[in-house]
Structure formats: C-alpha cells, structure tokens
C-alpha cells in the first residue's frame, strides 16, 4: 500500500507571496493532519481535517489555511509568506483518528527568501 | 510547565549498546503513547505505539509506559548505525481530533 504523499517536496519563495502545498494521504484513510516543523519549535500542529471538515485547529495566524477534498486529499495553503514560515511541512493521515495512530508523508521543505 | 518534555541529546554511543530515550508528560488525557524515528530530511516515521502502561517490545525496541509517573521511555538493544536519527515521542489524548502532541526529539549517532 501506498504511503502519505507529498507535493512538492521543495520549495523557494520570497516574502510576501503565497504557496500550496499538497497531500495525498494513504489509501482508505480520511484524516489529514498537518504539522509545521522548525528546529526551533520542533512538531507544531496546524490543523486537521476529516470528511472535508476542519475539525481542529492550532494556534497559526489566519495565514495558514487548508481544505479536503471528497477524495481526502487535502491541500494547506499559506499567503503573504514570512522568513519564519521556512520549515518542514508535514501530513499525516489516519484511518480513524483517535482509535489510530498517524502516518507521515516526507514533507515539503519551504524556504522563504 | 510543557506538556512534554525530552532531552534533545545529542546522544552519541557506539554500536551495540543499549540506548534509553525518555520523555515525561503533564496532561493526564494522553492515552496513546508513541515512538517516530525521523531521519535527516526525511518524514517521521512510526516505530512504537502502545496504550497501557508496561513494556511493549517489537524486535531490538522495547517501548515502556509508565502511566503513574506520566513517563515513557524507548530502548534500542544492540544498537546500529542505521539508528542514527532523531527519535520523537508523541502522545495522543484519544479524541476524534486527530492532534498529536510531540516532544522536541532527542538526537541520536550510532558510531560503529
């Protein structure tokens, strides 16, 4: 079975502008979770989403948006970029969260310049 | 106080010897305790997953919960260089609401 997938999986950007970021999680799976990674902060949850739902949501600014589509993949979507939003952007899919356990695509490594 | 807390290392131990990895906890909801392995630009990846206190041992790891403690620990027996990464604990409070909450990752180098 195919694993969490991640596109891209590198990206430059200059400040200011925007990026989409896509997943494609493992198959059967409806959850999708997203995490930013920094060396910093470590793991920081952005969101979830189940069912085209966003059920839960970390502490990021309005900036940072996403959405499921009704074949579970889903897409995180960040505007007017920052240098702090460079970091490693995680998925993570789940056949039944809380009854499951997470797995994680490869990410896409953003740099903002 | 965090809600998790984990020694970022770096750990460096030659090979074969036995490495603990610890983490210690605060909120008392977590229910699902869990181990990634994260190589070098890579995505973590699941190593334990367990939900009661006690060991649980799946080849050369052993992953133990100690729930009254709120601390948890991983072992790697007669460890490789191909462990060199950095291990994450992560726990889940057992909602529908798909967050895990992960320590900052302990650092650890397998010399041969």
């Known amino acids: 079975k195919a694993g969490v997938t991640q596109t891209p999986r590198y990206l430059i950007k200059t400040r200011g502008q925007q990026v989409t970021l896509s997943c494609s999680p493992i198959?059967?799976?409806?959850?999708v979770s997203w995490y930013q990674q920094t060396p910093g902060q470590g793991l920081q949850f952005l969101f979830e989403y189940f069912s085209e739902t966003q059920r839960n949501k970390g502490n990021f600014p309005g900036r940072f948006s996403g959405r499921q589509f009704s074949n579970s993949r889903s897409e995180m979507n960040v505007s007017t970029l920052e240098l702090g939003d460079s970091a490693l952007y995680l998925c993570?899919?789940?056949?039944?969260?809380?009854?499951?356990?997470?797995?994680f695509g490869p990410g896409t490594r953003l740099l903002v310049l | 106080q965090k809600e998790v807390e984990q020694d970022p290392g770096p750990l460096s131990v030659p090979e074969g010897a036995i490495v603990s990895l610890n983490c210690t906890y605060s909120n008392s909801a977590f229910q699902y305790f869990m181990w990634y392995r994260q190589y070098s630009r890579k995505g973590p990846e699941l190593l334990m997953y367990t939900y009661s206190s006690g060991n649980k041992e799946d080849g050369r790891f052993t992953a133990q919960v100690d729930k009254s403690s709120k601390y948890i620990s991983l072992f790697i027996r007669d460890s490789q260089p191909s462990d060199s990464a950095t291990y994450l604990c992560a726990f889940d409070r057992g909602s529908t609401l798909g967050r895990l909450y992960f320590g900052r990752g302990t650092q650890l180098t397998v010399w041969p």
């Open positions: 993570a899919s789940s056949l039944d969260p809380g009854k499951e356990t997470q797995y």
């Open positions: 198959s059967g799976h409806r959850s």
